[in-house]
Structures are given as C-alpha cells and as structure tokens.
C-alpha cells in the first residue's frame, strides 16, 4: 500500500505516548486464557457488535495456537488489532462477562485479542479469502474508514474487486487521524489496513467527492456502493470569539499530534464538552506538556456522554473539570487568546440548567480545544440520488446495511451518528455480505 | 476448650508423634534433610532408598501442568540413592540418637539374593531404623536389572523375598506395591503371605508425561532421548485411593497400610485414614512447597477431629471401608435430581452445554419463553441458541443515550435468559452439571422420593424380575 510510506512516525509522539495497556507476555496471556470459563453462546460474545467467538479465541491462545486464534477473531472481524486496543471493553466484552457475578476480575478480552493478534502480525499472517472464484461485479466503498475497510475487506474476502476512495492521503479513517495514540498508534492502524490491501483492495486516495458529475461517473462504473464516509466537520464555537485562529478543534488537535505536526504545547489549554474525544485531546494536550488542561461542561459528572474509565483516566493524567461551567466567548489580544469567559449554570431536580444570574468568570487560557461534536456531512449525503436521510443519518436496513436505494449501501458513524470502531466493523462487515450476496449465492468457506 | 486430639500412631509397631511421613524419595535423600524435615514436624520419614550405589542422570523429572497449575502430576527417572551405603546408615544412626521418638525407616532394594537381602536388613537395623520397607515398585531403570517393579510385579517373587526379608528383620517389615499391575490385591496377598508386617501403597505408575512437539522428543530430556518414569502427584490420588480401598477391603490382603499417592494436604491425608491406612506418606507436595506444608496437615486434621469428636486417628481409621461396595448392591431406586439456585447462578451456561453434549440434555434455556418438560425433540437445541444470539444486531451503548436500558430484566444478578432450568422428569441425575458448575452451591442434588423401597442389582437378579422400566435385560 503505497500510501503508508508516506507515514513517517514521530519519534517524540512515541516516546509521549506509549501504550496505555501494554502487552501481555506469553505465560501471563496463558494463566489468563485458561481463566476463561469457556461459557457457553458467551455473554462476551454476544456483547460484541461483531460477535468475535471470545471463548473460541481465548482457548486457543490456551492451547499455544496464536494462528488459530487470530484467524478465528479475523472470522468476524478484519479490524481486530485496532479493536483490541480501542474498542470500550468495559461496556462491551469484558462488561459483559459472567466473572463479574463471580467475585473476579472480567478476563481481559481485548489484551487477549491483542495477544493473538500481534503474534499473527509476527507470523506474517494474512487474512484468508473466503473463495476461490473471481466475481465480476465492481463496488466502490466511499471513505476508507473503519465501515468502508470492513465491507472492502468482506467482498474481496467472497471475490469481488473493490475500489475504495477517501479524501485523506491515508486510509483508516478515524483510526488513523483521531484516536488516542496511547490507544492506537497511526502506525499500527496502517499495519492493520496493510493486510486489507494485500487481498488486493485498490486504494485511492485524496479524492474529494463534491460534485454531482464525479459521483455520476461512481454511479455509473460500480455495480454497488457503500456509503462509509463518517461525519464532517466538528461543531464550531458558537460565541465570540469562537473563529479564532488558535482556537483548535479536538480532532484536527488529535490529528495534528499524532501525525508529528504538533509535538509539544506551551501554557494552560481549555477544553470544552465532555466526550470521549474531550478527554483525547485534554490527556494528549496534557503529554505534550500543558501546564494546566480543564475540561468545561455545562451540566454535571453524571451527565457527561464520556465513559466512566476515560473520565477516571482523564483524573489520573491529571485533567480537571469544571461542571455547570457554560463558556460564553474567546477573550484574545490579536493572535493570542487570553481566557474563556465563562458562567456558572444552575440544575434543577429534572435535570434541566440555567444559567445563575451576574455568574460570569473568566479562565485564563492559552489554547482552547472545542470538543462538541461532529456535524454530519449533509450537503454530500443528500447528493446520493435516491438516499434517503434522516436527521442527518442514512437510513438503512439494520440486518444489510441498505440503503432506500437499492444499489446503495452504508454504514458507520453516516449511519449511526457517531459510535465506536467496532460498531463501523459490524456495520461494513453486514453490508458487505449483502452486497456479495445481492449478486447472487456464493459458497464460502 | 475441647482435648486437642491426640495425632499418634503406633503403625504395626512403630511409632510415630504423627500419621505424617516423607515417602521414599528426594526429600528424604540425606540426614542433614531428614532432621530438617522433622523440626517442621513430619513424624516419620522413609529413607530414599538404600542399595548398590547407582549413577543417575540429568535431567530427571518432568511434569503435568493443568490450566496454568504447576505440577498436578510428577514423573521421574531417578533410581535409589545414589550415595554410599555407609554414609547412609551412618546418617540413619545420627537421625536416631538425635531424633529417638521419630520414626526412621529404611527403604531396601538389592539384588533378588537371599544373602544380600539379609547383609542389608542387619544393616539397616544395626544403623537404628524403625522398620524396613520393601522397594518392590520403582518402575523405571532398577525393574530393567530385575528389582524394584520387577519383583512386585511377580507374586511368587515379592512373596519369597518378603520371607526372606523376615527370617532376619526384628523390626516390622512393610512391602511397598507397585500400582503397574492388573489388580493390586495379587501381589499384596503374597506379600502378606511372605510375611509381611504391613503394606504401602501405591509407588509410582508407569508415566510418560508428554513430548516436546519441536524436538519430538518425551521429557525428561537426558541427551536427545527420554525414557518411561514413575508418575505421582495430585493426579495419581483416586488411583491410590481406590487401590489402598481394595487392599484393605480384602482379607488375605489386609495389613497395616501406609497410604501413599497425591496427599498434598489434611484432607487428603484423613481420606486415606478413612479408607484404612495408619499413615501416609508424601512426596510431590513436598517437593513442590517444601517441609513447611506439614504444619498445617497436623493443624488441619486437628482441627478436623476436633470437630467431629475424634480423639485419636485409630477412631476414624477405615470408616469409609464399610460405605465402599460393589456396584451391584446400590439401591436402584435411590435418586437424586439436579436443581440451579437462580440467585447464585452467573449465566456461564456450562452446565447446559454439558447436560445436552456429555449427559442427558435435560438443562434447558426456556425460562423466559416458559418451561416446557419432555424429551429431547421437545426443546430447542444448542446451535439454534448460538444461532439466534448471533443474529442479533448489538451496538456500543453510549452511556447518556443507552445505559438505562440495560437495567436489570430480572430480581437476578444474571439474565433470566442465561439461567438454566432443569427438566426434573428428565434428569437422571448423574452430578455432571454440579460438577462442571465454577459456583459452590449453585447446582444441588437434591433427593426425591421414588415411592419404592430399595433394590439392589444383585437382589433384582435373585428375585429373577424384570424391572418396570426393562433394565434387566438391557443393564
């Protein structure tokens, strides 16, 4: 894949983020397989939006057959190695393990995942095809994201040529440009997508999809689309101020560090929200060196849409948060801002805020990191003739990933309005199979 | 504050402050381990065995591990001691004068020759031992040059050196058996008929305990080639146990009995007790933890007693004896059926798939959908569960949006969903689900009264009737 050498890993970002949860080594993966009490139709499994056969996978690492395991988690999804590192176990998986009713620790699932997976990068594993037979049918997946990787990957898997197209000058999506490098390194989400090139996916990159004549010419060189091209932009700061220059979004903030253009960050740096990808980027503003990173929010602890480990990690790196905080503008002197005027808001017994009279307070503030969302990409959406959107969000069917036309399919955050990799994974990976299978039966296996 | 239960025995004539001694073997290699051993509170230790000095080799042990456990089975290739004769029983001598109240025996195997049988019991009795054991059961390299196992496996042999061993000894003489025969109660018949004043059992069992899959080679590895040992360990102790219990329960078998086979612990140790023997011997545990872990044999047992009002180890020993019998006078009609606590149930659902592959697919997964008894067509099957689980469309739950949902569908901390239930009219109730279940309590078996009076086999058989359910001509 051409495209990865144009990646260079930045030696500072590397040394500033290693890994959050490190590899297991061989004996400690061992005592923890053979912790696993092999449940029966597994609650882990079934918590899994791509039902990877934990049980199936955990026992073989068990049994010293790192190959076989790899292969069995690949079975049900190509992004396992991104997965293993980024997916929320603890709501997902490990959540969901029956250990917990057993007075013990949940087995670590995604360490395991990760085990077998990176043995398999060791062994030089390839993902299997599932046929032999070559389809002639050409589809084109629109974003190289994790739902587009997967659905690639699916039809390749079964024969088909598959084209995929992205903006970016590299593939992954998000999982490139905008996880946590702690998490999951760019690096290691271009190993994982390597091996989707191999089964002979053409990648072509830096191609925006704008206007209507480029995506009548996709319309009418492909036999089936899918739709996999994620959200847009990140919602703006709707307050005075909130256009200035050095105020950065969260993503483009992620992006920036993690592809070595950012690699270090002087003074106090004010976040605003409280998601997942606020506390991304106040840990990573934290790394690369802040003196002070506090995350704003407008409501309470018990509101924030962030899950409870990435608020207490956040704790940990030694991020504050100011709740029933509502920033109101961007204070600057000409290139440099000074501080985030801010009120304090009041909660009623339901829940709802408003702000507290004559409450206004200023943070100082050198960097501010807005981190409220991402718009979806609507003006595209509705160019796709016979699409039905809703709310911004393609509407599909949930068992094939199609859309209200017929020839079109999607998933991924378009679909879901922003959820976790492996719900991009589950989304691709059913979208592709109905596509294979919309060509006609094919024998896999 | 109730007696403290008084742990001695006097085993066919030997006494010991406790039922707790070092079989044959590393731990028992030398004096100098002996004495150590005894400070920790062993009350006996058989001596490795004494012989013609042999050569031994390296590497010489290999083992069984199970589920990331070390060591539930041992194999080794180690022959007798391998140190002079002399120094041995000088080491004997200095045991004794220092530790007069503990029992010292001599493991003995030389030569199948009367002389050489009788030179080394005056020997060993004139360095001060307790009493004599017989080596008539190392399996590997003393059977190929005609001793150890390849006596005990001959009834005639053990029985004649056996009287040989006895027209000298003036201690008591016990005859160590070798499990690596068809039945046990063979050679322990001649052996009793030898003369013998007691018995110990098992020895090792013919083992080779696995290969290495790169060299192709079995371990212990010596040099690029491996050879058969002796196994012991936690995994041999329901092979000794059964074969202490057929030992015992056998009258031209039974003798004093000296236990041995996979006691790592006091219950280990009090259920060889109950099936009979006097004392019990422990290698592998020690080797694996060291001395120290006899402390809490002595205390645990103790304890034990106390408990169930056992002043001495004679009060309790061959209790079990009389609850062992043959399959064919168990009652029949007896039975017991299988019943899930849903309270402490955690949904892993081994004892469904267990039930319907290894058993008698009577654990079904149909409380919400409402119970249904019956026979096997009647339910819905295993891959039919798998299959619609992996149906199912699951999303990541985003905590502000989705959490809620997921609140408790039921007073239980597991899903009704994944909460077995049994088909009582089904259930033979064979224990499989309660043994595969990781939950203490959770599956009972709990008794129902059939309404017959019991009925043996054997009296089904006599009475010459066919049972209701046609089990006499198909049993």
Redesign the interface.
Same mark, same amino acid.
């Given at each position: 894949l051409a495209a990865q050498s144009l990646f260079q890993e930045n030696a500072e970002i590397a040394r500033l983020f290693p890994d959050l949860h490190p590899p297991f080594a061989r004996q400690a993966a061992?005592?923890e397989a053979? %912790?696993c /009490?092999?449940?029966?139709?597994a609650?882990c499994?079934?918590?899994?939006?791509t039902?990877i056969d934990v049980p199936k996978f955990i026992k073989k690492i068990?049994s010293d057959n790192l190959r076989g395991s790899a292969l069995a988690i690949l079975e049900s999804n190509v992004l396992a190695s991104s997965c293993s590192r980024v997916?929320?176990v603890e709501? /997902?998986c490990e959540g969901s393990c029956?250990?917990h009713?057993?007075n013990e620790q949940p087995i670590a699932i995604g360490r395991l995942q990760r085990h077998a997976m990176d043995a398999f990068d060791a062994l030089g594993g390839k993902l299997p095809r599932k046929t032999l037979e070559q389809q002639a049918a050409k589809i084109v997946c629109l974003g190289a994201g994790p739902a587009s990787l997967a659905a690639a990957a699916e039809l390749q898997q079964r024969g088909f040529q598959v084209t995929v197209i992205d903006k970016k000058l590299l593939p992954g999506g998000l999982n490139t440009y905008g996880i946590a490098e702690y998490k999951l390194s760019s690096a290691e989400s271009l190993r994982e997508i390597e091996r989707i090139a191999e089964l002979g996916v053409e990648f072509r990159f830096g191609v925006e999809l704008t206007n209507e004549t480029g995506l009548r010419e996709i319309d009418n060189k492909f036999d089936a689309v899918f739709i996999g091209v994620g959200l847009g932009a990140m919602h703006r700061l709707a307050m005075p101020g909130g256009d200035h220059p050095a105020v950065v979004d969260a993503l483009k903030f992620i992006e920036d560090y993690k592809l070595g253009v950012t690699t270090s960050i002087n003074g106090r740096v004010v976040v605003i929200g409280a998601g997942n990808t606020a506390v991304d980027a106040a840990v990573a503003a934290k790394r690369l060196g802040a003196d002070d990173v506090r995350i704003l929010y407008r409501r309470t602890r018990e509101?924030?849409?962030?899950?409870?480990f990435e608020y207490e990690h956040a704790k940990q790196e030694g991020v504050s948060f100011e709740w029933l905080t509502q920033p109101v503008a961007v204070q600057s002197i000409q290139a440099r801002i000074e501080s985030v005027e801010c009120m304090k808001m009041q909660m009623d017994a339901a829940g709802g805020i408003t702000p507290l009279p004559g409450s206004y307070f200023n943070i100082p503030c050198d960097v501010v990191i807005p981190a409220i969302g991402q718009s979806p990409l609507i003006e595209l959406l509705a160019k796709f003739r016979g699409v039905v959107i809703e709310k911004g969000r393609v509407i599909i069917d %949930?068992?094939t990933g199609q859309t209200t036309n017929p020839k079109y399919y999607a998933g991924g955050d378009c679909v879901?309005g922003g %959820?976790?990799v492996?719900?991009a994974v589950?989304d691709g990976k %059913?979208a592709g199979a109905a596509i294979a299978n919309s060509f006609g039966k094919v024998r896999v296996g | 504050l109730a007696e403290t239960p008084d742990l001695a025995v006097d085993f066919a004539g030997i006494k010991s402050p406790n039922p707790f001694w070092l079989a044959s073997a590393p731990p028992t290699n030398c004096g100098e381990q002996i004495m150590r051993a005894f400070d920790a509170g062993w009350g006996g230790a058989v001596w490795k065995t004494i012989g013609a000095q042999v050569t031994n080799v390296s590497s010489r042990y290999s083992s069984i591990d199970w589920n990331s456990k070390r060591m539930m089975g041992l194999n080794n290739i180690e022959l007798i001691s391998d140190r002079p004769i002399e120094v041995n029983l000088r080491e004997i001598t200095e045991v004794k004068k220092r530790y007069p109240r503990h029992a010292v025996i001599a493991s003995l195997m030389v030569n199948s020759n009367r002389d050489a049988w009788h030179t080394i019991v005056a020997q060993a009795e004139d360095a001060g031992a307790d009493g004599l054991e017989l080596n008539f059961g190392c399996p590997h390299g003393m059977s190929e040059r005609g001793m150890g196992s390849a006596v005990g496996q001959v009834p005639e042999y053990a029985e004649m050196i056996t009287a040989w061993v006895k027209e000298r000894a003036r201690t008591p003489v016990i005859v160590k058996l070798t499990p690596n025969v068809s039945d046990i109660r063979v050679v322990a018949r001649a052996a009793k008929r030898g003369g013998a004043d007691a018995l110990s059992t098992i020895n090792t069992i013919n083992s080779i305990t696995g290969i290495d899959l790169d060299t192709f080679t079995p371990r212990p590895y010596v040099g690029g080639k491996s050879t058969h040992g002796g196994y012991c360990g936690p995994a041999v102790k329901p092979i000794a146990l059964s074969m202490v219990q057929q030992v015992m329960s056998d009258q031209e078998s039974m003798l004093p009995m000296s236990g041995i086979g996979g006691v790592a612990n006091w219950q280990d140790a009090a259920e060889f007790i109950l099936l009979g023997s006097g004392t019990v011997q422990v290698c592998t545990a020690a080797m694996h933890y060291g001395y120290r872990i006899v402390e809490d044999m002595i205390d645990g047992l103790s304890n034990w007693m106390s408990e169930k009002g056992f002043a001495t180890i004679e009060e309790f020993r061959g209790l079990s004896l009389a609850k062992v019998t043959e399959w064919k006078h168990l009652d029949l009609h007896y039975k017991v059926v299988a019943h899930i606590d849903p309270f402490k149930c955690i949904g892993c659902d081994l004892c469904y798939t267990a039930c319907w592959d290894g058993a008698h697919q009577c654990i079904h997964l149909d409380r919400v959908s409402g119970p249904i008894d019956g026979p096997v067509d009647v339910h819905t099957k295993p891959a039919a569960v798998e299959r619609a689980s992996r149906s199912l469309i699951t999303e990541t739950p985003i905590p502000k949006l989705d959490l809620p949902v997921l609140a408790r569908e039921s007073q239980y901390a597991t899903p009704l969903s994944r909460i077995p239930r049994i088909d009582e009219t089904e259930c033979v109730g064979c224990n499989l689900c309660a043994l595969v279940c990781p939950v203490e309590e959770c599956i009972t078996m709990l008794e129902v009264q059939t309404g017959l009076a019991p009925e043996t086999w054997e009296e089904r058989c006599i009475a010459g009737l066919q049972a209701k359910d046609g089990t006499f001509f198909s049993g």
């Open positions: 061992v005592i053979n %912790r /009490l092999n449940c029966f139709n609650p499994t079934i918590a899994c939006p039902h068990a997916c929320p709501v /997902l029956v250990m009713q057993h509101h924030i849409s962030a899950f409870d %949930r068992a879901n %959820r976790e492996v719900d589950a %059913r | -």
